[in-house]
């Protein structure tokens, strides 16, 4: 009987000495994780958090008007009028894939952040010394998109000095509805032919709304999506189709 109940004390004892290990290590992780950010750092992390957030805003909304291309150098063939990119041309499907419309976003948000940071010239009193960007990873979903980039900054003022390098951001835009739809319009256009009351079943199955302009054997198709309205300004997507 002593030496069981040795046994189970030792037991206790052993639990407690882990329990205590494991809430040592916890604690400390969660007290470096909430080290307080220093008035240098919180400044140009908004900075560059700010700039993040207009890029992806200015870049997503022009991307929806060029019909999914940040350049339109990019897309296959575009309209001889106002430069729209062709979804359907010669009865064959030229729509970008999503895959493609992301990659057309990472690079807009890639060169306009640049813009938007101007080297950081409007912060003269920071020593700062910056590591390369990485290519912004974007993802579109249904209602929003989404962009995460890394860049490492140090940051020096004085005595003090200290580092950032991830930033994340997104904007909600319905992108990726309104893309789901438009490839269903497109895949029954090139089976059916022209089939103006299947545009308008897109637009209503998914609360978009969109005129049709018309010039020789073209239509270029105007979506507008007022439940993705940013600044008082709703998202627009347009493409072109061929007849």
Do not use: H, W
Request: glycine share 4%; charged share 25%.
């Amino acid at each position: 009987m002593k030496n069981r109940g040795q046994l189970t004390i030792f037991i206790i004892i052993s639990i407690l000495i882990i329990a205590v290990v494991v809430l040592f290590f916890t604690l400390k992780g969660t007290l470096q994780k909430e080290k307080p950010v220093s008035p240098e750092t919180a400044e140009i992390q908004n900075f560059v958090q700010k700039c993040l957030d207009d890029s992806l805003e200015s870049v997503v909304f022009k991307v929806g008007e060029n019909g999914g291309y940040y350049f339109l150098s990019s897309a296959p063939a575009t309209t001889p009028i106002l430069e729209v990119p062709y979804y359907i041309k010669n009865n064959i499907s030229l729509m970008p894939s999503k895959e493609k419309i992301q990659d057309e976003i990472s690079k807009g948000v890639a060169r306009e952040l640049i813009f938007c940071l101007e080297d950081f010239s409007l912060f003269p009193e920071y020593e700062i010394t910056k590591g390369k960007m990485n290519t912004p990873e974007v993802v579109i979903e249904p209602e929003r998109v989404l962009v995460e980039v890394n860049y490492p900054l140090t940051i020096i003022k004085g005595d003090s000095k200290s580092k950032i390098e991830d930033f994340s951001s997104e904007v909600p835009v319905r992108i990726g509805i309104v893309y789901d739809a438009v490839a269903m319009f497109v895949e029954e256009e090139i089976e059916l032919g022209e089939c103006a009351n299947c545009f308008l079943k897109f637009l209503e199955e998914n609360d978009l709304y969109g005129p049709i302009e018309y010039f020789e054997n073209t239509k270029i198709f105007i979506i507008r999506d007022f439940n993705s309205i940013i600044n008082k300004k709703e998202f627009v997507y347009i493409f072109a189709n061929e007849y």
